[in-house]
């Protein structure tokens, strides 16, 4: 399939399913024989329930990086701080988009670097510096919250995720195969 006008999409805002809308068009693109790739800023660690399912689809035209510490503290609970090793990092993973930009992807995946420039991991030229070096024909999709205004003046799609409900606001954490 070709393509002559890649576009650029951003999933950002409060409500829960950003990443989950980013691996669906994937799984789309995949199915129908686009080369894919993701990288997962500041997720790293094991316990990402989709990345089971990556795995088995890396023959089928993905690739996929997880950069960042475990975020996961015990299983149940996320930490908050930065440490060097998650700056080193994010530097990484800004790279390694820069450079799976010039292979031959239909569809490049960065999730979570929205949040990377509120979470002081990147500066915001990092982003619009990478959004600047696109190919024309790439498909690419930003996710996180917290989206710098800059990063959504070059969007040609934005969709706002926003929690009207949540039964994380009873208490309940984050749940093995439903929330990672």
Not at 41 to 63: A, P, S, V
Not at 146 to 151: G, L, Q
């Amino acid at each position: 399939m070709q393509k002559t006008t890649g576009k650029i999409h951003i999933y950002t805002g409060d409500g829960k399913g950003k990443t989950t809308a980013s691996l669906g068009l994937a799984i789309r693109a995949i199915g129908n024989g686009l080369k894919v790739g993701i990288i997962y800023f500041d997720k790293g660690g094991d316990y990402y329930g989709e990345r089971k399912i990556l795995d088995k689809l890396t023959t089928d035209g993905l690739k996929y990086l997880a950069f960042g510490e475990a975020r996961m503290s015990d299983g149940r609970g996320f930490r908050f701080q930065n440490n060097q090793k998650d700056l080193e990092q994010a530097q990484l993973a800004i790279r390694q988009a820069l450079e799976w930009m010039k292979e031959a992807f239909d569809l490049l995946i960065l999730d979570e670097i929205n949040t990377t420039v509120a979470t002081d991991l990147l500066e915001l030229d990092d982003i619009l510096n990478l959004l600047e070096q696109k190919p024309a024909n790439l498909e690419l999709v930003l996710t996180g919250r917290y989206c710098p205004d800059k990063v959504m003046e070059r969007a040609d799609l934005i969709t706002e995720m926003k929690p009207l409900k949540h039964y994380m606001t009873t208490g309940l954490g984050a749940r093995k195969g439903i929330e990672f």
